[in-house]
């Protein structure tokens, strides 16, 4: 089974500055997906950012970007220039590659960042 | 983009009764739905994996009985809270994927509250 840890259940940015939110993930599997998605106040699941493993680079989204380091598996999301509207609890999720359709995520236990004007 | 429909978005009722919730895919079709549950402040918990037309695979310690999934269609799933009580009130939110490796597209969630 997957497990996925955020070992940052809050952290906080002034408006402007740069933050970044730490995922590690213990898998066997050798070919996966991770994403990072943001669930604001209203609790709509927004997808952020997303990583095929098999890739080397590491995938960027406007100001948000990760690390992504296979061997360590760790998969931290920066997020440059930080807005209020950022404000949110952000989940990293971990999907296995089956090759079909249904394949569920495997969510950590969530960071609430709060940007702070 | 794809869009995953959920209904209510917010229910309130007594204890004893059920209550039926919608999943729907809006713009593509879905053999495979899942159902989460999310406490205050807490992540999301895989209750139970909907397949069109067989029956649903529930996580461990998700009683199937008193949450009964049917996914009839493509398009539609639906999570029934039977005789519920009031240590069911939580925050229940469906998803779908429309392809391998395809991120998870969620509904809007729905706050059930019994009273």
């Known amino acids: 089974a997957q497990t996925v840890t955020q070992s940052q259940p809050e952290m906080s940015v002034q408006e402007a500055e740069t933050v970044t939110l730490s995922c590690t993930y213990d898998t066997s599997e050798s070919n996966y997906y991770l994403f990072w998605y943001k669930q604001p106040p209203s609790r709509q699941m927004i997808l952020v950012i997303r990583?095929?493993?098999?890739?080397?680079q590491n995938a960027t989204e406007n100001r948000f970007s990760v690390n992504f380091q296979k061997a360590a598996k760790s998969f931290s999301l920066k997020i440059s220039d930080s807005q209020l509207g950022d404000t949110a609890m952000y989940f990293c999720?971990?999907?296995?590659?089956?090759?079909?359709?249904?394949?569920?995520?495997?969510f950590g236990g969530g960071t609430r960042l709060m940007v702070k004007p | 983009g794809a869009v995953v429909s959920q209904h209510p978005s917010r229910v309130i009722c007594k204890s004893g009764t059920s209550v039926k919730i919608e999943c729907r895919s809006l713009d593509f079709q879905a053999t495979t739905m899942f159902w989460y549950r999310q406490f205050p402040k807490q992540s999301l918990m895989l209750m139970a994996t909907?397949?069109?037309?067989?029956?649903?695979?529930?996580e461990q310690g998700v009683e199937k009985d008193k949450f009964l999934i049917n996914h009839a269609s493509l398009t539609l799933s639906t999570l029934t809270v039977t005789s519920a009580h009031p240590e069911d009130s939580s925050f229940y939110i469906c998803?779908?994927?429309?392809?391998?490796?395809?991120?998870?597209?969620f509904g809007n969630g729905t706050r059930l509250t019994v009273t």
């Open positions: 999720a971990f999907m296995k590659s089956r090759g079909n359709a249904g394949n569920m995520l495997t």
């Open positions: 990583q095929e493993a098999y890739k080397q």
């Open positions: 909907s397949n069109e037309g067989s029956k649903a695979t529930y």
């Open positions: 998803s779908a994927n429309g392809g391998p490796g395809s991120p998870l597209h």
